[in-house]
C-alpha cells in the first residue's frame, strides 16, 4: 500500500516568518501534487511536479520533487495570513494512476 | 467548461435512509475520483473509475457504498442505510488519463451531516 506523510500537522506562525512542509514516502509516485484547501470547499491544486529534482516557484511559495520521485517539499517565505489553510501533497501511482494524499499541514499565520 | 461540479453542496439525513450524490466532471476528463474527508485531515481514497469502468474500490468501503458511471460522464455516490459515522466531506475529483502530468481537479464536495 503507497501511503504519503506528512509533517507537521500543525504549524502556527506569525507573519514574516518562513515554513516548510513535507510530504515523505517510501514509494515512487509518477507525479506529485500540491493542494490547498479552505474550510467547507474543496482542494484547489497550486502545482504538479514531475520530474526527479524538480523545482518549481509560485510566488512565494517554492516546491521541490524529490531525486528519487518519492518526497517533496513545500517552502513558503514571508507568509502571510491569507496563505491560512489546509495544505495537502497528494502522489500517483506510476502503476494504477490513482492519485493518493497525506494527511495533510493545517497552517495559520497570525497578523 | 466550470469545472468539477458536484451537487448537493449539503446533505442533512436521518441514520438509516438513503443518500445519493452527483459529480459532473470536467468534459474532457475520462478519470473520475471519488474521495471522503473528515475535519482536517486528507481526502481518504473511495473509489475511481476510467471512463464507465470501476478500476478501483477501497477496502475499507463497506458494501453500503456504490458508485456509478454508466456513460462514462457525470458519476453517482450512493450510500445506503446511513450511519453517523458517514458524516463527512465527500469529494470528486476529475483529471485526464495519462503520465504524471495528467492533473486532477475537484469539485466544492457535498458536505453529509447524518443525524
Known amino acids: 500500500t503507497q501511503l504519503l506523510e506528512q509533517s507537521p500537522q500543525f504549524l502556527s506562525i506569525q507573519e514574516g516568518e518562513n515554513l516548510t512542509v513535507y510530504c515523505n514516502s517510501s514509494?515512487?509516485?509518477?507525479?506529485l501534487q500540491w493542494y490547498r484547501q479552505e474550510p467547507g470547499e474543496g482542494p484547489v491544486l497550486l502545482v504538479t511536479?514531475?520530474?526527479?529534482?524538480e523545482v518549481k516557484k509560485l510566488k512565494r511559495l517554492t516546491f521541490q520533487f524529490g531525486d528519487a520521485r518519492k518526497d517533496s517539499s513545500l517552502h513558503i517565505t514571508a507568509a502571510q495570513p491569507g496563505d491560512t489553510g489546509l495544505y495537502l501533497c497528494?502522489?500517483?501511482?506510476?502503476?494504477?494512476?490513482?492519485?493518493?494524499f497525506g494527511q495533510g499541514t493545517t497552517l495559520q499565520v497570525k497578523p | 467548461d466550470t469545472g468539477v461540479s458536484q451537487d448537493p453542496r449539503h446533505k442533512i439525513t436521518k441514520r438509516g435512509q438513503n443518500v445519493t450524490f452527483r459529480c459532473d466532471p470536467i468534459?474532457?476528463?475520462?478519470?473520475l475520483y471519488w474521495y471522503r474527508q473528515t475535519l482536517g485531515q486528507g481526502p481518504e481514497f473511495l473509489t475511481y473509475?476510467?471512463?464507465?469502468?470501476?478500476?478501483?474500490k477501497s477496502r475499507l468501503l463497506s458494501d453500503r457504498f456504490s458508485a456509478e458511471r454508466p456513460k462514462g460522464s457525470f458519476s453517482t455516490l450512493e450510500i445506503q442505510r446511513t450511519e453517523q459515522g458517514d458524516s463527512a466531506m465527500y469529494l470528486c475529483?476529475?483529471?485526464?488519463?495519462?503520465?504524471?502530468?495528467?492533473?486532477?481537479?475537484f469539485g466544492q464536495g457535498t458536505r453529509l451531516t447524518v443525524v
Open positions: 475529483a476529475s483529471s485526464p488519463t495519462g503520465g504524471g502530468l495528467a492533473e486532477a481537479f
Open positions: 514509494s515512487v509516485f509518477s507525479s
Open positions: 511536479v514531475v520530474t526527479g529534482g
Open positions: 497528494a502522489g500517483r501511482s506510476s502503476n494504477t494512476g490513482k492519485l493518493i
Open positions: 468534459s474532457e476528463h475520462n478519470r
Open positions: 473509475f476510467q471512463n464507465e469502468a470501476q478500476l478501483e
